[in-house]
């Protein structure tokens, strides 16, 4: 299935906004701040509490395939990769570096198990821990993502 690189931004934002806010952070920790490229947030997030950042880059755009139409017109189908990151940051204290963890690990898990209504699709899902900053521990959630789109 073709997908614009708009629609597939907007179908992994909502992946990460669904899956994290509704599915499983809940369960985890309450309550949780989220931040996502080019969208305002009014409201800052105090540094004491458990804050997700997402954003993702595009690497490359490959012609794959010529695709022939039932008109007879050929188009072409370009895959796109790149990486989503989702950003965990807990405040410093034991307990919140185990559910900062436990948050990562959700993550990760749910970028393994999932692919888009419009076939976007995840792999080499890993979590890397960032160096502590004076408020937060840190983790960033790294996975590759492909989708394809037809133009022409």
């Known amino acids: 299935m073709s997908v614009t690189y708009t629609d ?5 934002y909502g992946l990460v906004k669904t899956e994290m806010l509704v599915a499983c952070v809940p369960t985890i920790v309450g309550s949780l701040g989220f931040r996502f490229k080019g969208e305002p947030n009014p409201n800052p997030i105090p540094s004491d509490s458990f804050t997700v950042r997402t954003s993702i880059k595009t690497v490359t755009g490959t012609l794959s395939a010529h695709v022939t139409s039932d008109d007879g017109q050929s188009k072409k189908q370009f895959t796109a990769t790149g990486l989503i990151f989702i950003s965990i940051f807990a405040p410093l204290n034991k307990n ?3 559910k900062g963890g436990n948050i990562a690990q959700a993550a990760k898990t749910m970028l393994e198990l999932s692919e888009t209504s419009r076939n ?3 792999r080499n ?7 502590d900053e004076d408020s937060n521990y840190g983790w960033n959630v790294v996975g590759e993502f492909t989708y394809d789109t037809i133009n022409g």
Not at 8 to 12: D, G, K, L, P, Q
Not at 125 to 131: F, P, Y
Request: glycine share 0%; no cysteine.
């Open 8 to 12: 597939a931004r907007a179908e992994m």
């Open 96 to 98: 919140d570096y185990i």
């Open 120 to 122: 976007v699709w995840f």
């Open 125 to 131: 899902v890993r979590i890397n821990e960032l160096d």
